[in-house]
Every structure is written in C-alpha cells, then in structure tokens.
C-alpha cells in the first residue's frame, strides 16, 4: 500500500475538478461534488450557540425553535440541498424544515424545529444540519 502526502490536489484538465474512480472500478465520481459544503451541530436553547461547525459565520433566532444558519463562503445558487436533524422527547418527533415558505439563499438557510410536522415550534438543544452543493 502507497501513501500519498499533499497539502493541494489540483485537476490536470480542470483545476476544480477532481475525479475519483468508483467502487466498482468502472464508474467515476467528481470528488468536490462529493464534500459537504456547510455543516453545524447548534445549542437552539436559550441564547443560542454554535457546538461547531464549517463554513458558517453565524447563527440568528428568529424566535422559538426559528433560526438562519449565515454562510461564510457563498453558495452558488439556491438549488442545495439541505438535511437536518434533532432529537427525540417524550414520543415526540421534531423535524428540521425549510421556515416560513422562505426559500433558501445563497448566503444563509432559515429552517426550524418543528414538532410532528404540525407548525408548532420548539427550542433544541442539539440541531444538526448539512448542506451539499456547489460554493460560488
């Protein structure tokens, strides 16, 4: 087995593209379409506060269990796509959603912790959240 130490790796044909031979040995996958592009775990109690997290310059609370998710590099259009999760209480599912029918920028998600997909909100100590797609 080799071992390969590089701090860049660069395309030959184009610099941003970088493809990787499948698992099956016959297919190819682009390695930057591949990474995660944001990421967060937040504390949503209280005053809210961000456990950790890549490519996210801040967090606002727009009220109960309502928060935006600021991008500190840019997407480059709106069309990611966005997974969140949270925790379980009392036989209680939370969903992580798109908030307020506002579509998702290019600078910053809102989304909310939603009980049983039902409209009613909840502060989560725990929220999770990750975004795949292209940074401008």
């Known amino acids: 087995m080799s071992t390969v130490i590089v701090n860049t790796l660069t395309g030959t044909t184009t610099a ?5 031979t499948g698992e099956g040995n016959s297919t190819t996958t682009n390695l930057q379409q591949g ?5 967060w ?15 996210v310059s801040s967090f ?9 998710a600021n991008f500190t590099n840019n997407m480059s259009n709106a069309n990611y796509s966005f997974n969140g999760t949270t925790g379980v209480e009392a036989n209680t599912a ?7 029918g506002q579509a998702p920028s290019t600078s910053a998600i809102r989304f909310a912790c939603e009980i049983n997909n039902n409209a009613t909100f909840q502060d989560m100590g725990f929220i999770h959240g990750q975004i795949q797609g292209d940074l401008a």
């Open 16 to 20: 941003g593209s970088i493809s990787v």
């Open 94 to 100: 939370y969903v992580i959603n798109y908030h307020d």
């Open 60 to 68: 606002d609370d727009n009220g109960t269990g309502n928060y935006d």
């Open 41 to 55: 775990t937040l504390n949503g109690e209280s005053t809210i506060a961000s456990r950790d997290s890549f490519n």
């Open 35 to 39: 990474l995660c592009k944001v990421w």
